[in-house]
């Protein structure tokens, strides 16, 4: 296929249409010649062509009927429509109606290669903007779901990004209550497997005697019991995503037959013989280091490998404290929500023992917190309260650093990034402000 752009001419005069096309193709465009409109508009389609070329007058299907065929599929791409019969009136018509051009035959080449590079360069300005805006609104989608804006949060929705809409099989690796169920919903939901079924398996809640029948399913009569046909969690999830959390969980036997999976992409059911293709793509997480527990022999090294292909790092709280009072914020507010009540100010002592504390459960003890805290239960938890032992000693100098980079993204967040107002509520003037949310590497626009 030619780079230049993809043309579908359409003309019941078949030399005009075969000259127009070999003009195109002289000029590097990649052509499809129709002499039928109506086997014309089968071939049109939102990923097919960059340009129409249609002539106004051919029976059945004529280039009006293209025209507005094509509006309805997408009003952007361009259609040029071409007559020997021209007059005012119908070139008034064809632009009103949405065509790109118009033009009167006999056909110049120069002129039609002319009107056609002009066409596909709007074309290609379209769809350039049209995929900003898709990014831009996927990006957009993530940060509502993965919050925080320091770097290690920031690295992981890029990550998230990329390998979002491939088919490859992804091993996510966190702590516990690091939120790795939600990337992997992530992957699924950016994903072009959206439109298909999220599956998600606790491999460490289910019992090593019928983890085997929840994933592959059985045929009537495969054991005692068995009377009827059981689909397993692998053929629910084809055509979407399959998520296996606590994979290290796994007894070894059943990770054979995994890895067989994750290879042929089919299985066969307990008791059946009968392969059944699988369209799935594969998350796996794990709490643990898969490579030394393969090491250790308690993994095995081959399926460790298989998953290995791309893995995302979730990163625990304790390394992006600075995303706690964001979290915090948004954990408070929708549990207020949800209990119909007034969420509670977030007062400095109170910030300062969040900014303290290790969270060693992570984003789920947070998130905990934040309920209490709704519930009006706050200092009766080791968090919030009094006296908490989990704290970890920082230096002064970055206690208060973190403590200020807090109250002014709160401050942002309240005023929706309006430096003026910030200034006013914060009393500072405006240059200290900007200085301090440089020093910071804070972006008001953030908070608009």
């Known amino acids: 296929m030619n780079g230049k752009g993809q043309i579908v001419v359409i003309d019941n005069d078949e030399h005009v249409c075969k000259a127009a096309g070999q003009a195109l193709m002289l000029a590097g465009y990649d052509v499809r010649c129709h002499n039928d409109g ?98 831009i609104r996927r990006k957009d989608n993530l940060e509502s779901l993965i919050i925080g804006r320091s770097r290690p949060i920031i690295q992981l929705r890029e990550a998230i990004l990329n ?33 298909g ?63 067989r999976v994750l290879q042929e992409r089919s299985i066969e059911r307990l008791g059946g013989r009968e392969s059944i293709a699988l369209d799935l793509r594969v998350i796996a997480a794990s709490k643990q280091d898969l490579l030394a ?20 790092h979730n990163p625990p709280l304790r390394t992006r404290m600075e995303d706690i009072p964001m979290l915090f914020t948004h954990f408070l507010h929708k549990a207020a929500k949800r209990l119909d009540r007034r969420p509670p100010e977030l007062s400095p002592p109170l910030l300062q023992k969040l900014m303290r504390h290790r969270w060693p459960g992570n984003v789920r003890e947070l998130q905990n917190a934040a309920e209490r805290m709704a ?44 430096i003026s107002k910030t200034c006013q509520t914060l009393q500072l003037p405006r240059k200290t402000l900007y200085y301090k949310l440089k020093k910071y590497g804070i972006n008001r626009r953030d908070f608009q």
């Open 197 to 259: 079924r999220f599956i998600a398996v606790n491999c460490g809640a289910l019992p090593e005697a019928i983890i085997e029948n929840e994933l592959f399913g059985h045929e009537p009569g495969a054991f005692t019991g068995a009377d009827r046909v059981h689909v397993g969690k692998f053929e629910q999830a084809s055509g979407g995503t399959l998520f296996l959390d606590e994979i290290e969980s796994m007894p070894l036997a059943l990770q054979v037959r995994l890895l």
């Open 375 to 418: 519930l009006g239960l706050g200092q009766n938890c080791a968090v919030l309260g009094p006296d908490d032992e989990g704290e970890t000693k920082q230096p002064l100098t970055a206690q208060l650093a973190a403590f200020e980079k807090c109250i002014l993204e709160q401050e942002l967040l309240a005023n929706r990034g309006r």
């Open 163 to 195: 390998v979002a809409d491939t088919d490859a099989d992804v091993l996510v690796i966190g702590e516990t209550g690091t939120g790795k169920e939600l990337v992997a919903r992530c992957l699924h939901e950016q994903s072009r497997r959206q439109q």
């Open 38 to 135: 109506r086997e014309a508009l089968e071939d049109l389609s939102l990923q097919w062509p960059d340009t129409v070329v249609c002539d106004v007058k051919m029976p059945d299907v004529d280039g009006f009927d293209v025209l507005q065929h094509v509006v309805e599929i997408d009003p952007d791409l361009p259609v040029i429509l071409i007559t020997g019969h021209g007059d005012v009136s119908m070139a008034v018509r064809a632009m009103r109606e949405g065509a790109y051009d118009f033009i009167e035959k006999p056909l110049s080449s120069a002129r039609l290669t002319d009107v056609v590079g002009r066409a596909v360069e709007k074309r290609r300005l379209v769809m350039d903007n049209r995929s900003l805006l898709a990014e």
């Open 293 to 312: 527990l393969s090491e250790q022999g308690k993994f095995r090294a081959d399926l460790y490998y298989r998953l290995n292909v791309i893995t995302l």
